[in-house]
């Protein structure tokens, strides 16, 4: 099992970025496939990106390919999301999760990023 904890939400203008990081706990982190989800009131979670354990490989949904990058640290234990040239459509709660065993079974509590137009 791994503890999770997003941080680096807020409010930024359109057109602005900003990095979430994701700290982890627990010894299954290394071994854990990260990603990052997002939801907006009254939607479904929506994946956003994920990152392999070694951090070679990624991928992305759709409607952030080449504005957000996901990236990791495992000798600090962080999952990372760059976020560029942000759009009022970003605005969500964003969830950090690890996959260890085929599922996305651990969840942080989620950090709000809001875009204003």
């Known amino acids: 099992q791994v503890q999770l904890e997003e941080s680096g939400g807020g409010l930024v203008q359109a057109g602005g970025s900003l990095r979430l990081s994701c700290t982890a706990s627990g010894r299954t982190f290394s071994s854990s496939v990260m990603g990052w989800f997002r939801q907006v009131p009254g939607k479904e979670r929506v994946f956003v990106a994920r990152v392999s354990w070694g951090g070679c490989s990624t991928g992305y949904a759709a409607f952030v390919q080449g504005r957000f990058t996901i990236s990791r640290d495992n000798a600090k234990n962080t999952v990372y999301l760059q976020m560029n040239s942000l759009k009022p459509e970003d605005t969500a709660v964003y969830y950090c999760?690890?996959?260890?065993?085929?599922?996305?079974?651990?969840w942080g509590q989620g950090t709000q990023v809001t875009v204003s137009s």
């Open positions: 999760a690890a996959n260890l065993r085929g599922s996305w079974s651990d």
